[in-house]
């Protein structure tokens, strides 16, 4: 099983970025996702989730209106738009699956990928 996440770089405040993850190896339509991010010296937080087949779609305060989080289940692809990035945005991204049925959990990390927002 991978996760395997892109798009990440360099950019200046109030710029965008689109990450991606690419997953393998998983029935990626039978996972809820999620993005999580982590900066030098700071937990890891959750910055947005989506439901297996996208209708529903949660995100933290401080990313409301400015990231979006979507899917492709024909390419077994998550994504995170992000507009108008501020310096505070800048960590590690990392996406998150999780699939639970009944008693049960399967949960798989990718590795990360970093976003650097400064001018």
């Known amino acids: 099983v991978q996760l395997v996440e892109s798009g990440g770089g360099l950019v200046q405040p109030g710029g965008s970025l689109r990450l991606s993850c690419a997953a393998s190896g998983v029935t990626f339509s039978m996972y809820d996702m999620s993005w999580y991010r982590q900066a030098p010296g700071k937990e890891r937080e959750l910055v947005a989730s989506?439901?297996?087949?996208?209708?529903?779609?949660n995100y933290a305060d401080s990313v409301t209106g400015r990231f979006t989080i979507s899917r492709d289940n024909a390419k077994d692809t998550l994504y995170l738009q992000m507009n108008s990035l501020k310096p505070e945005d800048t960590a590690v991204y990392y996406c998150y699956g999780q699939r639970v049925w009944g008693t049960n959990k399967l949960s798989y990390w990718g590795q990360g990928t970093q976003v650097t927002v400064s001018s």
């Open positions: 989506i439901s297996r087949a996208g209708g529903s779609t």
